[in-house]
């Protein structure tokens, strides 16, 4: 059997380990719209998080395994359809993620210096896409909305100093902009209070280890706390250590502002500030605004308030809960998905295992039960064929490594574990140019 698996994030690759494991095996080609493989472990992880990268190691040994062939450069939609997948392929699993954002939906929201948070996280961490954003961080205030691990990871990058800075794969020019950026003070502003937090406890943690920021917690917001789990009893222990802290006076500070919600952002040509609304929690946790507002002059918002899936033409989506709706990870036999696109936006990068061990369960069961039945013709030289009539650039795992040679070498000169090629010209390239080597 022969399957595309669309996308090459955590839940494309336990996807491929698992097809790749089967008895028998079945031949995997991951599909990948970047040059690059590893979707949010690459694009997405805080640079500052090289432990949680280290999950790539094992991806590595997935695509060295027999069967395995990644299909970079081309895109679903653009390149090959769903038509094609369904034609050339036994089966095809998307594991596309969730590429765009959720919007807050207020007046404002639409002024240059408002953002979504995933646009500077693409920024910092290179990808080709976001390397044109101008992100004018001449500003003294910048409010990020949200109470999750993204919000926390944005606020902690804007805060860190050159010293923590330098030994990431940060690009330059993020790290010449946040050094030189005359922030001081960012804003964490959540709809509910610390005991419904998103956060994970590690990643809150940090925020009270930053050697150029202090942190900065109402007291008054912890009162009546009732956390509910493990994760938020821990949380909430965190914020009251922090809320006992004095300030040192560091350059920056990081202000959490709970039970706040954003009704508009502010300003003529720019964002110049932001109005919240209090809010109260009702007996489910909801929730609820009062009568009481304020104004916030600030430069920058960020908004984290989600992830949110993509429509893939010819793929049927249910545009409420922005995923291929499914069960278990069977769309219909021969068409499965796993990861955001399959459940939605949760989860840590582990999550993604379990899930795509499940969707390639059903298709494996599918097989057995007869209601997928392999082709007799399909082929790798019939998809390379198709790629070339459509002159189709397509790059290979071997130039994948190309690219990952080039940006390691590079990373060892300056103490860093790569400098990424962020533009799509550089980054194929590279694969072109070692590839033909190899």
């Not at 009162?223 to 009893?233: D, I, K, L, R, S």
């Not at 110049?272 to 009702?282: F, H, Y």
């Not at 061990?357 to 082709?375: C, I, N, S």
């Not at 399909?378 to 795992?397: C, K, P, Q």
């Amino acid at each position: 059997m022969r399957v595309a698996v669309v996308g090459s994030g955590p839940a494309g690759f336990y996807a491929a380990g698992a097809l790749l494991s089967a008895d028998p095996p079945v031949e995997v080609d991951m599909i990948e719209r970047l040059p690059t493989p590893w979707g949010l472990v690459r694009l997405g992880v805080a640079p500052d998080h090289p432990k949680l990268k280290t999950v790539s190691r094992a991806f590595e040994r997935i695509a060295d395994q027999p069967g395995f062939r990644f299909l970079g450069n081309v895109e679903i939609g653009r390149d090959l359809h769903h038509a094609d997948l369904v034609r050339l392929y036994d089966a095809v699993i998307y594991a596309v993620g969730a590429q765009t954002d959720r919007r807050l939906g207020i007046p404002g929201e639409d002024l240059p210096g408002s953002w979504a948070a995933t646009e500077l996280v693409a920024w910092y961490n290179g990808h080709p896409d976001y390397q044109q954003l101008e992100f004018d961080l001449d500003v003294e205030r910048v409010v990020v909305i949200g109470n999750g691990n993204v919000a926390l990871d944005v606020a902690r990058m804007l805060a860190l100093t050159h010293e923590e800075l330098a030994p990431t794969d940060t690009t330059d020019a993020a790290i010449a902009a946040i050094e030189s950026s005359p922030i001081r003070e960012i804003v964490v502003v959540g709809r509910r209070g610390p005991a419904q937090a998103a956060f994970t406890t590690p990643e809150l943690q940090e925020m009270g280890e930053l050697a150029g920021a202090d942190v900065v917690v109402d007291p008054a917001d912890l009162e009546g706390a009732e956390p509910q789990g493990t994760n938020a009893e821990r949380n909430v222990a965190v914020l009251r250590e922090l809320a006992a802290r004095e300030p040192d006076g560091k350059p920056r500070r990081v202000v959490f502002r709970f039970f706040h919600s954003p009704v508009a952002i502010l300003g003529e040509e720019r964002v110049e500030g932001i109005e919240l609304v209090r809010n109260e929690l009702d007996a489910n946790d909801r929730a609820v605004p009062t009568e009481e507002r304020e104004t916030l002059p600030c430069g920058l918002v960020f908004r984290s308030v989600g992830y949110r899936g993509v429509e893939l033409p010819g793929v049927v989506f249910d545009a409420g809960s922005g995923t291929i709706p499914n069960e278990g990870g069977r769309v219909e036999p021969g068409v499965y998905c796993a990861g955001w696109i399959k459940r939605g936006p949760t989860g840590v990068i582990g999550t993604n295992k379990k899930d795509a061990t499940e969707t390639v369960e059903l298709l494996l069961e599918d097989v057995a039960a007869g209601r997928l039945v392999p082709k007799q013709d399909t082929s790798a030289a019939a998809v390379d064929a198709l790629l070339d009539e459509r002159g189709i650039r397509f790059v290979e795992y071997a130039g994948w490594t190309a690219i990952d040679e080039v940006e390691r070498t590079a990373g060892e000169k300056s103490g860093r574990p790569r400098v990424k090629l962020c533009s799509w010209d550089e980054l194929l390239a590279a694969a072109e140019r070692l590839a033909s080597r190899s």
